[in-house]
């Protein structure tokens, strides 16, 4: 079975960061490209960052050049995603996906961005 554990949310003020983690497995995570997707309150999804399976990352341009960073440890299956600046915008809960169908999806976890 296909698990996406995501974790690392949290409340936050404006300009600081977080780190959030995707914990994975039932499949051979190495293998496969891995995506961050967002979804604000009464929003639908946004993507947000993919890292395919040798590294190459790509970052949705309507975000500000550097303030995420997607990385990937295939030797502990994990997927990460580092928050800087962050902005009350970036509320949102954050998914893990396999792929760049985003298919599955974890659970997600909750990053509120609030002073």
């Known amino acids: 079975e296909v698990q996406l554990v995501e974790s690392g949310g949290g409340l936050v003020q404006p300009g600081g960061s977080l780190r959030l983690s995707c914990a994975a497995s039932?499949?051979?995570?190495?293998?496969?490209?891995m995506t961050w997707v967002r979804q604000a309150p009464g929003k639908g999804l946004e993507w947000v960052s993919t890292i395919t399976s040798g590294g190459v990352t790509t970052y949705n341009g309507e975000f500000e050049k550097g303030r995420f960073t997607i990385s990937r440890d295939n030797a502990k299956n994990t997927l990460y995603l580092q928050l800087s600046s962050l902005k009350t915008e970036d509320t949102a809960m954050y998914y893990c996906a396999r792929g760049i169908q985003w298919f599955p999806r974890g659970q997600g976890t909750q990053v509120t961005v609030s002073s």
């Open positions: 039932g499949f051979a995570f190495a293998n496969y490209d």
